[in-house]
């Protein structure tokens, strides 16, 4: 297996864009996470699924963000409109179940100027 | 704020000397993991703890799961410069993975 895809690696946007960021979890995984890592804050738990059903999304930070995971090899995390405080990296990962490990993506890293 | 406190924030080591990371929460975890994490990539497994008291040895590295399943250490004997990184601790309860703020480690040769 290729392990968690990610996409785009990096992205700049200019404030007031729409961002769409792309996660294709690893094949048999039932769960599903979306993290923010900055300096400040650490690793933030911004949402998670299980078997593409949200179960938390409280670490969604405003209104102006939104995931879906339409089937069991894609999800996506949108922001609309960004703003500059939402420069950060953000991580997708997966996992087969409760306890076991989590395989991340590399990340993508989003810029908004 | 952070649900897993992480101490120290950072730790600069010479090679050959010993360290350890602690990470404590109020909560009590069905699991505690710890990951490591290398500039430009994604935290990668360490190890997972699930029995309180547990003791694990992975190589040079040992880690405790606290009695009471809230806190868990690392300890790294006889650092080398390969064991620089960011080292995060992790707690789950049903589905749900949240992590500490990390804790910096560089180990000069």
């Known amino acids: 297996d290729a392990g968690v895809i990610q996409s785009p690696r990096h992205e700049v946007t200019e404030m007031g864009q729409e961002v769409t960021l792309r996660c294709k979890p690893i094949?048999?995984?039932?769960?599903l996470f979306w993290y923010r890592q900055t300096m400040m804050r650490g690793l933030e738990l911004l949402i998670y699924f299980n078997n593409n059903v949200p179960i938390d999304d409280s670490g969604m930070p405003e209104d102006r963000f939104s995931a879906k995971m339409p089937n069991a090899s894609f999800s996506t995390l949108k922001i609309q409109p960004s703003e500059p405080r939402d420069s950060a990296v953000y991580f997708c990962?997966?996992?087969?179940?409760?306890?076991?490990?989590?395989?991340f993506g590399q990340g993508t890293r989003l810029t908004v100027v | 704020t952070q649900l897993l406190e992480q101490s120290p924030q950072f730790l600069s080591i010479q090679e050959g000397e010993n360290l350890t990371v602690y990470c404590n929460s109020s909560?009590?975890?069905?699991?505690l993991q710890w990951y490591r994490q290398e500039p430009g990539e994604g935290p990668v497994l360490l190890v997972t703890v699930v029995t309180g008291g547990e003791v694990k040895k992975l190589k040079r590295l040992t880690f405790q799961f606290g009695d009471a399943r809230k806190d868990s250490s690392l300890h790294i004997t006889a650092a080398q410069p390969g064991d620089t990184g960011l080292y995060l601790c992790a707690g789950g309860n049903d589905y749900k993975l949240s992590f500490g703020a990390g804790t910096t480690v560089t180990v000069r040769a």
């Open positions: 990962a997966s996992r087969r179940g409760r306890g076991t490990e989590a395989f």
């Open positions: 094949s048999g995984h039932n769960s």
């Open positions: 909560s009590v975890f069905s699991s």
